[in-house]
């Protein structure tokens, strides 16, 4: 029999770590409420013609597929085989595959509010949180399934959105206690008119693709990249020139020169999402701030206007983006419902609970979910212990019972094993005297009391 494992990029998750992860939802999700936003939930498996061309070349290319049904009776036919190499060469076959798991939450959203557009009140705002697969190469704080959390509003072009979420991105960091937090933001309309100026538009895509990997390649990659793809080295000096620009002003009077408008419309509306987001700002927010960054150019293909993404500076953590997001003017218009505009952004669950664990944030309180376990000693003490135990729970106590009257030890050790700050005992004149003996408050010994002391104490 072989040895039981998990396919690569997958983890098992301890009680500990997800007692953790539920302290970042449940942060999350009061913010998200507070905020407004509505929770919904999209099934794990898209038909496969939903997510396929929204991601671009390489985004596509990690899609996990999922194989029809009843396809070993089938591989001896000759269209099952050539379906198959159609799809190891890049392109899809029905007869092979219809179906896969989802890659992101924002592309389900968008048909999800296509297919229930009659029932939705718009502007409509939404959050979800659930997990996505991608067939990437596992790496640190990269793993193939994952999840995402994120927070949408569609049916508005107001920027006052964008400063919502740039609102709850510094609001959710600050309140998890997460240090040195960047939240860098750009516009796709400035990439757009940086393309123009140096009058390489319709390479786009390649320019947004390379200037992506700076951080993974340095400047000298990406200009290996673009030449590769057929820029200029006057393009190039240009590209790298106005990317490195870090004033608001000055990349405006770039633009006025060559009346690059569209860079100009992508300015205006930094500019207004920002004072707008003055406006919303808290000064609690010590731990974080925004930084204007044309290098910044998020590698999914539907973003249209604002981008944002987050990164924790400390130096002791080694990790990518911790969350990022933007403008889509028209994502819907994918599934056919058009001229409806979105904005929204995504937290990385996994990465934000490595940041944490590895600076040491969590609140020792959330590993623990029993605060007070009662020691089993058998007989007509176990029935008035089941007693108390309901009164307990009765009153919001999360508390056990040993489920067997084994030696006192053994039920101690469990007990410290577990973390279980407060051991209830009970014998023959605890329950004659309607009492307990309680042991876990510092420095005092065990402690006996009566059930409403008890209570009192541990609620």
Not at 83 to 111: C, H, K, Q
Not at 244 to 271: C, V
Not at 349 to 364: A, C, G, K, T, W
Request: with cysteine; charged share 25%; net charge negative.
């Amino acid at each position: 029999m072989s040895k039981p494992s998990v396919p690569q990029g997958m983890r098992d998750l301890t009680p500990e770590v997800v007692r953790r992860r539920q302290y970042i939802f449940s942060t999350l999700r009061n913010i998200f409420e507070q905020c407004g936003f509505q929770p919904i939930e999209t099934p794990s498996m898209e038909n496969l013609g939903t997510l396929m061309g929204k991601y671009g070349d390489e985004g596509d290319r990690l899609i996990f597929k999922v194989l029809n049904n009843g396809l070993n009776e089938a591989a001896k036919h000759d269209k099952t085989r050539a379906a198959l190499e159609n799809v190891l060469s890049g392109r899809n076959d029905a007869n092979l595959t219809e179906r896969a798991l989802r890659y992101d939450l924002t592309i389900p959203f968008a048909r999800y509010v296509v297919m229930h557009q009659h029932e939705l009140q718009f502007p409509f705002r939404r959050y979800q949180m659930q997990p996505v697969w991608r067939a990437d190469r596992p790496q640190k704080g990269r793993y193939r399934e994952f999840w995402q959390c994120d927070c949408d509003i569609v049916g508005t072009n107001s920027l006052i959105n964008e400063a919502e979420l740039l609102y709850i991105y510094r609001e959710a960091f600050y309140r998890l206690q997460v240090p040195q937090v960047i939240v860098r933001i750009n516009s796709r309309k400035v990439l757009t008119g940086i393309a123009q100026f140096c009058g390489a538009e319709e390479k786009l895509v390649d320019i947004t693709t390379a200037i992506d990997k700076l951080d993974k390649i340095g400047s000298e990659g990406v200009s290996k990249e673009l030449q590769q793809r057929g820029l200029t080295e006057e393009q190039l000096n240009n590209i790298l020139r106005l990317i490195n620009i870090r004033d608001l002003a000055e990349m405006e009077a770039a633009f006025s020169e060559k009346e690059i408008h569209t860079g100009l419309d992508g300015i205006k509306e930094l500019k207004d999402t920002l004072a707008y987001h003055d406006t919303l700002g808290s000064s609690t927010w010590n731990n974080s701030e925004i930084k204007i960054d044309f290098t910044l150019a998020r590698g999914l293909s539907y973003y249209t206007g604002v981008i944002v993404e987050v990164n924790c500076a400390d130096e002791r953590v080694q990790m990518g983006s911790i969350g990022g997001g933007g403008r889509y003017d028209d994502l819907t218009g994918l599934f056919g419902l058009k001229n409806l505009s979105g904005v929204g952004v995504s937290f990385g669950i996994d990465r934000i609970y490595d940041v944490m664990e590895q600076l040491e944030l969590f609140p020792e309180s959330i590993a623990v979910g029993t605060k007070a376990m009662i020691v089993n000693t058998g007989g007509a003490n176990e029935h008035y212990a089941l007693g108390i135990l309901q009164q307990l729970r009765t009153k919001g106590i999360a508390a056990e019972i040993y489920p067997e009257p084994v030696k006192f030890d053994k039920q101690m050790k469990y007990i410290f094993n577990r973390n279980i700050p407060f051991s209830i005992i009970i014998e023959n004149e605890e329950r004659e005297t309607n009492t307990v003996r309680v042991k876990g408050f510092p420095e005092a010994g065990q402690l006996r009391m009566g059930i409403d002391e008890l209570i009192e104490k541990l609620a």
